[in-house]
DNA sequence: TCAATAGTGTCTATTAGACAGTATACC
DNA sequence: GGTATACTGTCTAATAGACACTATTGA
């Protein structure tokens, strides 16, 4: 596609002749990593032998063993070495921590504050995953490295609108907590969008972060964010969904990450083109059996 | 936030003496970048005194004066110091291409392949601008540095779906062209949709690229993808349209970023909340004046 | 006068929300 | 039998597409 040029440059200098001189190291340049956020969705305890287990969204964090942040939780990640592509990095930290092969996978966000990492410079690339807990071996705490499942909660503390001359800014305060058997970490991250004349802008702010390493808090209130939005319109949801499963469980999980109870005829309705019946049922639930699904992959958005 | 921690290490090291101790050069790190699509909307001329001038949707690009890609045209961008913040390098970018303050402006993708850059490793984090054109004082091709306006369009050449035992796969090639007066270049890009089970991947690549730099021709196909997307759901368009608007310029500006007519009365039915009237007109256009209206900023996406 | 755009009214199809009502295992 | 979930039917409100129709200028 770009054939070594022939043409000259200002020195004098082919293509060939001007990369052979090109000296990589005159800039100072900054270190780049990859974060991953690795979700899923996991029945808790059900209280009750006809009660329905309840879902809960689970994040996958690493006890940092090294300075900074020493003690402290974080995202799973790593540096970029230079002969590896962004992607290929995300993959592999992703198939270490997991041990399974195709997963869903899609880059959130890359997030380049200055000061994000008191080591040095430090521009972070972060990449959802979505993972049925079903195919994990690797469970909760079984990890040497420490890796434990938070159960993952988005909490809007505060809303609070002003009204300016040419416009309005909007201020909330998110609270996101994770939570496991053992451990309890919180943050509250001030989210403020401010619209004046035609621009819109947003901002992410951590307020406050307890035993959550770095500006973690702030990617992981984004990525929840980005999940919102996408399950709404996309078929992400399945990649959270073992291959067999029942409508139930399937609103189950949206409700768990859109943060709110949906009706089941309309719920029904709207994934209908989704899946495919099978002709299996669930049994011994000490209710009505309740028909199995799979997911439709000739399912298309409209 | 993060005081530093007292606590001591495997090595016997406080947080402090950890970060005095740690070597920022001991890895290779590849370079980073930002790359601007600066986007805005131009009138084209009118054949005939009664009809509206057409719009088309522009595109800024550079020539390349030096190797690698020498006098081929590439995004306007550059290196990302380690004191600067990725957010400030691309607005350091965009005010230096420009000359405006208070242009929207969002991360569109971080772009990660090895051999992207023929002379180092390099990263390259995509920002789209959106910019109304009669704010801009310099024009096309009043820029020493050679910065010109091109007029984008994109193409679906073709479309194939072949259908897979637990899915499918669909192929588009897409034709990218970029028009001014005196040059045209064209790229085809090649994205495969693949759904296998319930995993979902979309990739793009280059099929050919005539006279545009790197990877660049499947970035700004990525981007043309993005505005599509988001004028359909938030209010982004006016970033493009000048402070007083008649609602058929708005609907223009919607039909040039979607590539498709729109009905009127449908259209004015979904922007009527995010636009206010005004009492003036347009006058002298050779047939019935419309009312001029402006952004609305109060509205807000239900 | 008439070309071209500006702007409205209304029918229809589709979709989401609400909620009542029926169905069914299994402890 | 009774509890909890499974599943359906239908009314309503909101929204998008289609298209006919009216309004208004200035060359």
Redesign the pocket.
């Known amino acids: 596609m770009n054939e070594p040029s022939i043409i000259r440059d200002k020195n004098g200098l082919t293509e060939q002749e001007y990369l052979q001189s090109y000296d990589v190291t005159i800039y100072e340049r900054p270190s780049v990593t990859v974060d991953m956020l690795i979700f899923t969705v996991m029945n808790q305890e059900q209280e009750?032998?006809?009660?329905?287990p309840e879902k809960s969204l689970q994040l996958l964090l690493i006890k940092r063993g090294e300075h900074p942040y020493m003690g402290q939780w974080a995202l799973p990640g790593g540096f970029v070495p230079v002969h590896e592509s962004l992607e290929d990095a995300a993959r592999r930290e992703l198939k270490s921590e997991t041990n399974i092969d195709h997963i869903y996978m899609e880059q959130l966000f890359t997030w380049g504050d200055v000061g994000r990492d008191p080591r040095t410079r430090v521009i972070s690339c972060s990449y959802i995953a979505l993972v049925d807990h079903t195919a994990l071996q690797v469970q909760a705490g079984d990890d040497a490295a420490d890796a434990r499942w938070f159960d993952v909660t988005h909490q809007v503390l505060e809303e609070k609108r002003t009204n300016r001359d040419e416009g309005y800014e909007i201020e909330w305060l998110v609270k996101i907590t994770l939570r496991n058997e053992l451990e309890e970490l919180t943050a509250t991250i001030k989210i403020k969008e401010t619209v004046s004349g035609r621009l819109t802008e947003v901002t992410r702010e951590i307020v406050a972060s307890e035993g959550i390493a770095f500006d973690h808090a702030k990617i992981i209130e984004y990525a929840i964010e980005r999940l919102r939005n996408k399950i709404e319109y996309t078929d992400i949801a399945f990649n959270l969904m073992p291959p067999l499963f029942?409508?139930?469980?399937l609103q189950q999980v949206y409700e768990v990450i859109l943060g709110k109870e949906?009706?089941?005829?309309?719920?029904?309705?709207?994934i209908a083109d989704m899946v495919m019946e099978t002709n299996q049922?669930?049994?011994?639930?000490?209710?009505?059996?309740?028909?199995l699904y799979r997911f439709n992959p000739m399912w298309r958005r409209?």
Chains 1, 2 share one sequence.
Request: proline share 3%.
């Open positions: 009750n032998y006809r009660k329905l029942t409508l139930s469980e949906l009706l089941a005829a309309a719920f029904r309705r709207k049922f669930t049994k011994d639930a000490g209710h009505r059996p309740s028909k409209k």
